[in-house]
C-alpha cells in the first residue's frame, strides 16, 4: 500500500491547524521545554510573558535549546550562549564580543502562533485556517469541569478521531462500560459540513451512568439518548450528551500527533452532575478511563498508524457516514 494513501500523524497538511502541546499545569515554568508535534522536535519557552515555538536545535551547532536557560527574556543556548527573542531573532553571539553583523542564518524561524486557552498551550506551525475549537460550555457555571491527565496511545490522532466519532461499536467495544449489546443497529442519522467541520446527531440506548460505572455486564438498565457530534479539522472532537435524569454531559478531545506511532489525548469533561454534586470529577474521569482503555486496547492492535484516505481500501455502510466523512475532510487537510 502507498504510505500517500494513508493520513498519518506526520502529514504535512497539518501544520496548518492548531495542535495542543502541553498544559500549564504539566510545565514547570516558563522552559525552554522540548516538545515533539508532527515527528519533529521543538522548544517551547515564554519569554517577556509571551509563548514562542522555536526549533528543537541552536543553527550554531545544534545544540538542544531546551538545554538553555532564559536570561532577560530572551532564551539563551547553553553551548556557546547565543541569543534569541520571541521571534527567533538571533539578538547575541557573545563570541563576537560588540560586532553588529549577525549573520541571517543565525535567526530561528519560529512557529507562526502559540496561544494558551483552556488551561493548554496550543500550537500552530503554519498561519491557522481554524481558530482554536471552542468549548461553548467553559464559562457556563451550570457546567462544573473534570480534565483528564494527558496519556499517550500508541495510535495516529486520526485513528483516535475515527474511534470517537463512530457510533457502530458500542454494543460490541465497550460491553464493560456503556455498551448494550441488544441495541447495535444504527438508525439513519443526518450529517452537516461546514468548511473544516462538521456535525452529526446520533440517537441510540446507554447504560445509565450508575450501571455504566458498576462494570456489570447483565442486568444494567438502559434509556435513549442523544449524542451531538462535532468534528474540527484536523482531528478534534466534540461530543455533547443528553443523559436524561443525568444531565447533559460535554466531552472534548484534542489530539497532538506526537510522531507517526503516537498520540497523546487530551480531554476535557463538563457536566452538570459535577456542578450540582451528583457526581464527582474523579467519578468521571474513572468512567472515560475504563471508556477509553476499552477503545485504545482495540486501536493499539491496528497495524498501520493511520487512517486510509482512498475511500476504496476498506467497505463503507451507511452506518459510517461520520468517519467517512472525516477522511473527506483529512483528504482536504492533506491537499494543503
Not at 510545565?27 to 522536535?41: F, K, N, Q
Request: charge should be negative; glycine fraction near 6%.
Amino acid at each position: 500500500m502507498a504510505t500517500s494513501t494513508w493520513f498519518t500523524n506526520e502529514n504535512p497538511g497539518l501544520r496548518h491547524f492548531w495542535h495542543p502541546v502541553a498544559t500549564i499545569d504539566d510545565l514547570d515554568g516558563d522552559g525552554p521545554h522540548p516538545i515533539r508535534l508532527i515527528g519533529e522536535d521543538f522548544t517551547l519557552a515564554r519569554l517577556n510573558g509571551q509563548w514562542s515555538v522555536l526549533p528543537s536545535a541552536c543553527p550554531h551547532r545544534l545544540a538542544p535549546l531546551s538545554a538553555g536557560t532564559i536570561v532577560d527574556g530572551q532564551l539563551r543556548c547553553a553551548y556557546h550562549g547565543w541569543c534569541f527573542d520571541s521571534e527567533g531573532t538571533c539578538v547575541s553571539i557573545p563570541a563576537l564580543g560588540t560586532e553588529p553583523a549577525i549573520p541571517k542564518a543565525a535567526h530561528l524561524r519560529p512557529a507562526a502562533d502559540v496561544r494558551e486557552r483552556y488551561g493548554i498551550v496550543w500550537v500552530a506551525l503554519e498561519p491557522p485556517k481554524t481558530p482554536i475549537p471552542m468549548i461553548e460550555e467553559w464559562e457556563d457555571p451550570r457546567f462544573g469541569k473534570a480534565i483528564l491527565p494527558i496519556h499517550s496511545w500508541n495510535a495516529s490522532a486520526a485513528q483516535m478521531a475515527d474511534n470517537f466519532l463512530d457510533v457502530a461499536h458500542f454494543g460490541f467495544t465497550h460491553l464493560g462500560t456503556i455498551g448494550d449489546p441488544d441495541d447495535v443497529e444504527v438508525a439513519p442519522f443526518n450529517l452537516e459540513r461546514h468548511g473544516w467541520s462538521f456535525t452529526s446527531v446520533h440517537h441510540h440506548r446507554s447504560k445509565v451512568l450508575s450501571d455504566a460505572t458498576s462494570g456489570e455486564r447483565h442486568n444494567f438498565e438502559t434509556f435513549d439518548r442523544t449524542m451531538s457530534f462535532r468534528l474540527d479539522a484536523p482531528h478534534h472532537v466534540r461530543l455533547h450528551i443528553d443523559y436524561g435524569p443525568d444531565g447533559d454531559l460535554v466531552l472534548m478531545f484534542f489530539h497532538q500527533p506526537i510522531d507517526v506511532d503516537t498520540t497523546a489525548v487530551y480531554l476535557i469533561m463538563l457536566a452538570e452532575n459535577i456542578a450540582d454534586g451528583r457526581m464527582t470529577p474523579e467519578d468521571h474521569i474513572a468512567f472515560q478511563m475504563a471508556v477509553g482503555k476499552e477503545d485504545r486496547d482495540l486501536l493499539e492492535q491496528l497495524v498501520v498508524k493511520g487512517v486510509p484516505l482512498d475511500l476504496t481500501v476498506e467497505c463503507h455502510t451507511r452506518a459510517d457516514k461520520t468517519t467517512l466523512e472525516l477522511r473527506r475532510l483529512l483528504r482536504d487537510v492533506a491537499a494543503l
